[in-house]
């Protein structure tokens, strides 16, 4: 006992008043300014909710940051804040005839989205299961196989990601609206507003999102530069993070990472407001299911088997 | 009345060796907490073992046990004070004590669990955001704080007006005394809501949840005050009739049936349907996969909880103050375990995609809620200390207009009585 307290010199001078006065705020309070001890502490403390801020103060907060993450990892760090488009609605499909288990997906987004390395955060998680298996029974499925070589004969495999829903648990859970859904159906979290309560944690029936237990680390020469303040920013520890589509990319024209790297084409993206687009070719033509639609959750992720 | 309150705070810092030893014991274990909780904010919650497929653990727990303490408290002893219950009315104001202690320890639970604890303004209506009507999390902050507000104005407004030696207007505090009854079933329902409207937790999602939580916190609130009065009236001058004390055991007997034909109804409906839903209350009971960390528990916790019922059905042995305080102490322990992690972690098991993990708390964890639970002990302590010589009128503050309009007060304390 007597180490621990010589190891926390803070907690030494709260005496038994002091703790009866301040109570665990005051120690909280005061705990974290002597980590921080720069003056952006203050800033972002007293930072507003994002979608009440107007241009100015987002500028203004997005100029702090850069300043911020580009002095921690060492080079030129970019923060954009892009709107939705107008017009769009993401939609994301998974052929799981096509799906081998390769998990290039899981990396590639760990790379692009900047999760942190240790501890590992995984938005994207591959559930391995043997044929026959069904896919409600959900303790069945492996998340942690690890064969030389993949596809394993006898398996099928079903990535599973934060499912962009149309009625989400998770922002109707949160407590203080750090978490809410953008005009482009991309399901969002203020990482400077979230306070840890990990509600949404308890909420989300796609086990889609992820907290920062520890601070959360990424090597310098790893880190994508290319970030969004609602996407892919360096994180914090005591915040939730999840998967955004790569809104980053997205809202550009671009396809998420995971899109991109799939090599045997399993991954479909889109928007499903346009009658053209190759996923509402696949929801129209393919036999389309959504994981636990009994919850009328209406994931605009959509499974299918194109075979 | 300023000087009369520091006056009045003077007694916290008279007492016998005995009631030193007391406060040193508990401000150890409040500073170890502290202690560990400095560690906790350096290195984040990881120092916990909870992680994603089990993200509340230890201190959500308590929370919830807290919330039915608090409520118990009141509707138990409120009662009095509308229909004069001689005998229970004496501890009232004991009980509304306790219910202010339980609901300030609810939030220590809440804070320490928070992973930014310093943007919780973020949660208030105005300054922050909250996410009312929509977020339950939101509503227990509201009806918690509503909760805290009403106990604390009735304590203080009893002990302002004893102070003065005059008898409290029961008019004037008796809208807030009924309030406080259905506000604190409130409190309750609302919490058992907070899991209860979670479809992604089949285990928690049961409509039968929330009379649960009613029936298990008037188990084990009240066992808490029963073996609180017994020291209360051993160690001050406060009287607390056996009468008293036998009929709060009675009543602890209703709802422990009623809790227990609950839990039988839950068993029921689970394994006999038998959906793969079956799987977390298979984990609790039964163990999965071979996977049993909670089984034992929650067995000791129902054998206890029989245990108890039986005890306080059969008049002899609720009358007689050895098997009535073994009960009691049975009920603490069962409701704890049944309450708390017994609630809360099958919740996350088998997780929503599956996942088994198996929580079981770091030394950390279990120290910061020692220290919260003795910081509990301590303001309850204190709190009595304070209040008990003014409510058994050993303290008094005569005020007197004196000619020149001047305001004297003089304190008078009759000496304590050994
Ligand atoms: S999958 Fe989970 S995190 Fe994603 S929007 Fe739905 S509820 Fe929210
Ligand atoms: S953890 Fe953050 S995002 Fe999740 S409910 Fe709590 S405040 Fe909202």
């Known amino acids: 006992m007597s180490k621990k307290q010589r190891k926390n010199p803070l907690s030494l001078k709260l005496d038994r008043r002091n703790f009866l006065k301040g109570s665990a705020l005051g120690l909280a309070a005061s705990a974290l300014p002597l980590e921080n001890a720069d003056a952006s502490f203050i800033e972002a403390f007293f930072q507003k909710h994002f979608r009440e801020m107007n241009k100015k103060e987002i500028q203004e907060v997005l100029n702090r940051l850069e300043k911020e993450y580009s002095e921690q990892y060492k080079k030129h760090v970019t923060v954009k804040a892009t709107k939705a488009m107008p017009g769009v609605q993401f939609g994301y499909g998974l052929d799981l005839s096509r799906c081998i288990g390769c998990r290039r997906c899981v990396y590639a987004c760990i790379g692009e989205n900047n999760q942190s390395r240790d501890p590992q955060i995984p938005w994207i998680q591959v559930l391995s299961f043997r044929k026959g298996d069904k896919w409600t029974d959900l303790e069945e499925a492996d998340k942690y196989y690890n064969p030389a070589t993949v596809p394993e004969p006898e398996h099928w495999y079903m990535p599973v990601q934060c499912q962009q829903c149309r009625h989400p648990a998770c922002t109707r859970a949160c407590p203080t609206q750090a978490t809410w859904k953008e005009p482009d159906g991309i399901v969002v979290v203020d990482y400077n507003w979230c306070i840890g309560c990990r509600y949404c944690m308890a909420a989300c029936p796609y086990g889609a999102r992820h907290f920062n237990w520890g601070e959360p680390h990424i090597p310098d020469d790893e880190l994508n530069p290319v970030t969004h303040y609602l996407g892919n920013r360096p994180r914090y520890k005591g915040v939730v993070e999840k998967c955004t589509f790569c809104i980053q990319r997205t809202r550009e024209g671009r396809y998420p990472a995971c899109v991109e790297i799939c090599p045997v084409g399993a991954r479909k993206f889109g928007n499903l407001l346009d009658p053209s687009s190759e996923i509402r070719y696949c929801i129209e033509n393919k036999r389309v299911f959504r994981l636990k639609e009994e919850l009328n959750t209406q994931p605009k992720f959509y499974y299918f088997y194109a075979t | 009345m300023i000087r009369n309150f520091f006056k009045a705070m003077k007694q916290i810092l008279i007492g016998d060796r005995n009631y030193y030893l007391w406060i040193a014991f508990l401000s150890f274990f409040v500073i170890a907490g502290m202690a560990a909780y400095a560690e906790q904010i350096h290195d984040g919650l990881i120092v916990t073992a909870m992680r994603d497929p089990v993200s509340w653990g230890l201190y959500i727990s308590n929370f919830t046990y807290l919330v039915g303490v608090a409520a118990a408290a009141v509707v138990l002893v409120v009662p009095a004070y509308i ?66 507000f009403i106990n604390a104005t009735i304590v203080l407004y009893v002990l302002y007006k004893l102070s003065l030696g005059k008898e409290y207007n029961l008019q004037f505090i ?31 999602n049961a ?211 050994e």
């Open chain 2, 83 to 148: 229909y004069n219950f001689k005998a229970i009315k004496e501890i009232t104001l004991l009980g509304e004590m306790l219910a202010v202690t339980a609901v300030i320890l609810c939030i220590l639970f809440v804070m320490v669990d928070m992973g930014h604890p310093e943007r919780l303004w973020h949660l208030l209506p105005f300054v922050g955001a909250m996410n009312f009507p929509s977020s339950l999390l939101a509503w227990d902050v509201i009806v918690l704080s509503g909760y805290l």
């Open chain 2, 174 to 204: 008796k809208p807030l005394i009924i309030l406080s009854i259905p506000w604190a079933v409130g409190i309750h329902t609302v919490t058992a809501f907070l899991y209860n409207g979670l479809p992604s937790r089949p285990f928690w």
């Open chain 2, 207 to 417: 409509s039968i949840l929330a009379p649960r939580f009613l029936a298990s916190a008037f188990c084990s609130g009240p066992a808490l005050m029963l073996i609180l009065f017994q020291i209360i009236r051993k160690v001050s001058r406060i009287e607390v009739k056996d009468k008293a004390i036998f009929k709060i055991a009675e009543l602890i007997a209703y709802a422990m049936c009623i809790n227990l034909f609950l839990e039988i109804a839950e068993l029921f409906k689970e394994f006999y349907s038998g959906t793969v839903d079956v799987a977390s209350i298979q984990y609790l009971y039964f163990g999965l996969k071979g996977n049993n960390g909670l089984v034992p528990w929650i067995w000791w916790a129902t054998i206890l909880n029989v245990i108890a019922l039986i005890l306080f059905l059969n008049p002899k042995t609720r009358e007689n103050m050895l098997t009535l305080n073994a009960g009691c102490v049975f009920i603490i322990i069962g409701i704890y375990i049944e309450k708390g992690m017994g609630l809360v972690i099958p919740g996350f098991v088998p997780g929503t995609l599956g996942e088994i993990y198996n929580y079981s708390p770091t030394h950390i964890e279990i120290l910061i809620t020692v220290g919260i639970w003795a910081f509990g002990a301590l303001l309850y302590t204190l709190m009595l200390k304070f209040a008990i010589p003014i409510y058994t009128g050993q303290l008094r503050f005569s005020s007197t207009k004196k000619t020149d309009g001047e305001k004297t007060s003089s304190v008078d304390l009759e000496p304590i009585a």
